[in-house]
């Protein structure tokens, strides 16, 4: 059964920055494409970011191009998503998941291709 484990959120000002990481057991994660995504209540869950097996291909969601970077460690079966320059509109629940195939596309941005889910963590930004 894989797991996935999110952590690094909590609550902060407007302008800092955060780490969010991704731990991931069970399974090795070196062929899967990793995907962040977030959700406010009320909203559909949200792309944010996508990263693919190797961590040379990414996608970005426009409104946090310049301000998140995802990346992975194949090695420590981890994923992270730096976050800077925080916004309150970034506040939601942030979520990573994995995608079993290692193919990786746009379709890498939607949350239909992702098998294995994280429980979330909770990012709040104050203005």
């Known amino acids: 059964q894989v797991q996935l484990v999110e952590s690094g959120g909590g609550l902060v000002q407007a302008g800092d920055s955060l780490r969010l990481s991704c731990a991931v057991s069970?399974?090795?994660?070196?062929?899967?494409?990793m995907g962040w995504f977030r959700q406010v209540p009320g909203k559909e869950r949200e792309f944010v970011a996508t990263i693919n097996w190797s961590g040379g291909n990414t996608y970005y969601f426009d409104s946090v191009k310049g301000r998140f970077t995802v990346s992975r460690d194949n090695a420590k079966n981890t994923g992270y998503l730096q976050m800077n320059s925080l916004k309150p509109e970034d506040t939601a629940v942030y979520y990573c998941a994995v995608d079993r195939s290692s193919s990786f596309s746009v379709m890498s941005m939607s949350h239909r291709r992702y098998d294995y889910w994280g429980q979330g963590t909770q990012v709040t930004v104050s203005s």
């Open positions: 069970g399974r090795s994660i070196s062929t899967y494409t």
